[in-house]
């Protein structure tokens, strides 16, 4: 599927969607490999997004200083990171 067509080429050059499969056919396996791979990865970003929304400051509306709100979102994925670190 062309990607000229999703109009996310505009947004960001190196985005990959998943292949829709043509009405009365089937999918190559290349194609199944490929939109396979994609939700693996999409499955990963959803986890972390699951850990990091336990904190509660992605979750709900900030109620502190904004310019902290970086610092923090910076500090607890830093906790995340050095928690897979070491139970990897």
């Not at 199944?32 to 939700?39: M, Q, T, V």
């Amino acid at each position: 599927m062309f990607l000229e067509s999703q109009g996310i080429v505009k947004l960001h050059t190196h985005s990959c969607i998943p292949t829709k499969k043509p009405r009365g056919t089937d999918l190559s396996t290349h194609e199944r490999l490929h939109n396979r791979n994609l939700a693996q990865l999409r499955v990963i970003g959803e986890h972390i997004n699951r850990r990091l929304k336990i904190f509660r400051i992605l979750k709900e509306q900030y109620r502190n200083r904004r310019r902290r709100f970086g610092l923090r979102c910076n500090l607890i994925a830093g906790l995340l990171n050095s928690e897979l670190a070491l139970f990897s």
